[in-house]
T-cell receptor, first 113, second 114 residues
């Protein structure tokens, strides 16, 4: 799976959009971009994933650049409950074998009141 | 609820005792994973079940660790003769078997070995 690079930490004001970047310059054509987050004392939570088109769901939007070498997770109206470590993962489907997740260091997002 | 359920949420036991951790996956999810997460660290893969296929046990750290799954439902992770280094949060995740479907996690069992 391709390596990802994320900032160590970010702050965001409550009610504003939180834009979390991720670089994945070695991504290959069949690798998806996934975002998870982990709130303190909870299990990781799936947020969104995409291949090359921008994606939106009830939690967030995922913007992937045309060359797919970077992406941005957007939380449109951050709340205090969005304070968490956010993980960007790039991975390919391996049919017939374990597709275990490996998290890097992630970005600690702190939403400020 | 409809999410992955794990029990107990917390377990404190003495060194040398056996423990059994339970995971109820999301209904219809044929893939099930166990991970371990030590304090402040990332996920450590333990074992993977997919339908009726033989499980991938490549992440189990020693023969004191074992896991079972009944069909496509409940799974139990057993740790025999616990050691202090087994202290961690044990996380279970499940997913559909279809390509690139995300894993959904429970909140884990926090295991403390005295």
């Amino acid at each position: 799976d391709a390596k990802t690079t994320q900032p160590t930490s970010m702050d965001c004001a409550e009610g504003r959009a939180a834009n979390l970047p991720c670089n994945h310059s070695t991504i290959s054509g069949n690798e998806y971009v996934y975002w998870y987050r982990q709130i303190h004392s909870q299990g990781p939570q799936y947020i969104i994933h995409g291949l090359k088109n921008n994606e939106t769901n009830e939690m967030a939007s995922l913007i992937i650049t045309e060359d797919r070498k970077s992406s941005t997770l957007i939380l449109p109206h951050a709340t205090l409950r969005d304070t968490a470590v956010y993980y960007c993962i790039v991975r390919v489907h391996n049919s017939g074998s374990a597709r275990q997740l490996t998290f890097g260091s992630g970005t600690q997002l702190t939403v400020l009141p | 609820g409809a999410g992955v359920s794990q029990s107990p949420s917390n377990k404190v036991t003495e060194k040398g005792k056996d423990v059994e951790l339970r995971c109820d996956p999301i209904s219809g999810h044929t893939a099930l994973y166990w991970y371990r997460q030590r304090l402040g660290q990332g996920l450590e893969f333990l074992i993977y079940f997919q339908g009726n296929s033989a499980p991938d046990k490549s992440g189990l750290p020693s023969d004191r660790f074992s896991a079972e799954r009944t069909g496509e439902s409940v799974s139990t992770l057993t740790i025999q003769r616990t050691q202090q280094e087994d202290s961690a949060v044990y996380l279970c995740a499940s997913s559909l078997a279809v390509s690139n479907q995300p894993q959904h996690f429970g909140d884990g069992t926090r295991l403390s070995i005295l």
